[in-house]
């Protein structure tokens, strides 16, 4: 079964950084895309980076863009996702996950798997 354990979120302030881990296991073929999704109160749940494990291609939502870094350590099949310059609006429930397949996707509905949410609060 695939697994994906993610870990630290927490409280900082705006202007300050987090690093968010996902660790994978399990995945029954080589190819997939993984990475984050976030969820803030009465909002729905949106892709923020992801990166695919065939090419290394990532995406980006254009609202982190230049602050989030997404890079996966393909020794320890854990994703990382950097973030810098956090702001307020960055407050969310953040989830690690991944779907199947060479190409990279950032599409909700297109994963296969998810994690566990970790809460990032981001004060002002």
């Known amino acids: 079964d695939v697994q994906l354990q993610a870990s630290g979120g927490g409280l900082v302030q705006a202007g300050g950084s987090l690093r968010l881990s996902c660790a994978a296991s399990g995945f029954p073929y080589p190819d997939y895309s993984i990475g984050w999704f976030r969820q803030a109160p009465g909002k729905e749940r949106e892709g923020v980076s992801l990166i695919a494990s065939s090419d290394s291609s990532t995406y980006y939502a254009d609202s982190v863009k230049g602050r989030f870094t997404i890079s996966y350590d393909n020794a320890k099949n854990t994703v990382y996702l950097q973030m810098n310059s956090l702001k307020p609006e960055d407050t969310a429930v953040y989830y690690c996950?991944?779907?199947?397949?060479?190409?990279?996707?950032?599409?909700?509905?297109?994963?296969?798997?998810w994690g566990k949410g970790t809460l990032v609060t981001v004060s002002s």
């Open positions: 996950a991944a779907a199947l397949g060479a190409v990279l996707t950032s599409y909700k509905h297109a994963m296969d798997y």
